[in-house]
């Protein structure tokens, strides 16, 4: 209902150069929008480092208290402060006395040096006068701030009157009273370890299989993709054996569930699984995943895969 898209920018960072190139489009893909065009093809910007931690753009949605006399027809600036240093100064204008209303939340979006882990706002509220002829205040609910390239956000409740100023030398300070960090944020602090997979095939007739394994793992920390179980030289997934596997991926933290499945191909590719067994060799962490079913089209409920839990 919706196709059409406005790309800022990709970003292609290689890992093992630890480098990152930027290919900037700011412009739609969109039959309706621009020259209609749906297709892009963008020119590097740089074939030198890009240092991304120069600049970030961060989104704030402000809240005006809900309470008499609680809007403002002025100017309300803010800045923010980080454990990487503080922000510039950010203006945030009330065209034609819209903003800023009883109730109401504004969106804004400014660009900054990376200020890092927000831990407090500095808001003032400025005149456009060049004198305050009467005293007069703004009530401020609640700030939220988006660190847009991670989606980080911080929550500040404010719940003050922030008196109207002519000068930039008065404000009010809060401190944060809540942070949420994004999925993008954790994975970059994840590091990778090795997991020990056990399958074990069950010892009933025709339980093996010649198909080609797949397991998939889930975590609080998100998923390890589809991966294969193989091995060199090894007659894998025989009736009653055992097979074990090592695989190194990010950190996933608590398993909550395992899809294991198989391409049935070969001669023989109904498998009867009794049970995976997954070991964190970080932590030493086991987690048990009971089967005890077939997987196979021509049995039970012709199912190739299956998704198993943790038996607790």
């Not at 003032?124 to 390239?149: A, I, M, P, Y």
Request: aromatic share 10%; proline share 2%.
């Amino acid at each position: 209902p919706a196709p059409g898209w406005h790309l800022e920018y990709i970003d292609v960072k290689d890992d093992l150069l630890d480098q990152t190139f930027r290919f900037p489009c700011d412009r739609w893909l969109a039959k309706s929008e621009d020259d209609g065009q749906i297709m892009r093809e963008l020119a590097c910007a740089n074939n030198d480092i890009l240092d991304l931690s120069d600049k970030t753009k961060y989104e704030l949605e402000i809240t005006t208290a809900n309470s008499e006399d609680a809007e403002t027809k002025e100017n309300v600036w803010i800045i923010l402060e980080g454990k990487k240093g503080r922000s510039k100064e950010f203006m945030m204008e009330n065209p034609k006395k819209k903003k800023f209303l009883r109730g109401a939340t504004d969106s804004f979006e400014f660009s900054s040096k990376n200020v890092g882990e927000i831990v407090g706002i500095c808001l003032g509220h400025l005149t456009k006068e060049k004198k305050v002829k009467t005293e007069s205040f703004w009530h401020v609910q609640e700030v939220v701030v988006t660190e847009k390239e991670l989606r980080n956000k911080f929550y500040f409740t404010c719940d003050s009157r922030i008196p109207l100023a002519a000068k930039r030398d008065e404000f009010m300070t809060f401190e944060c009273t809540k942070t949420v960090e994004s999925f993008a944020s954790k994975v970059r602090s994840l590091v990778p370890v090795k997991y020990e997979i056990i399958v074990i095939t069950g010892d009933v007739k025709g339980a093996a299989t010649d198909a080609n394994v797949f397991i998939t793992l889930y975590g609080v920390n998100g998923d390890s993709g589809k991966r294969a179980l193989k091995g060199k030289y090894r007659n894998l997934f025989e009736r009653g054996r055992t097979d074990r596997f090592l695989l190194e991926m990010l950190d996933l933290g608590e398993l909550l569930r395992i899809r294991v499945e198989h391409d049935d191909k070969g001669t023989s590719s109904g498998w009867f699984l009794e049970c995976v067994e997954v070991t964190n060799t970080a932590n030493w962490v086991t987690t048990i995943f009971v089967c005890g079913k077939w997987l196979d089209r021509n049995k039970a409920d012709g199912q190739t895969h299956r998704v198993l839990y943790p038996k607790y």
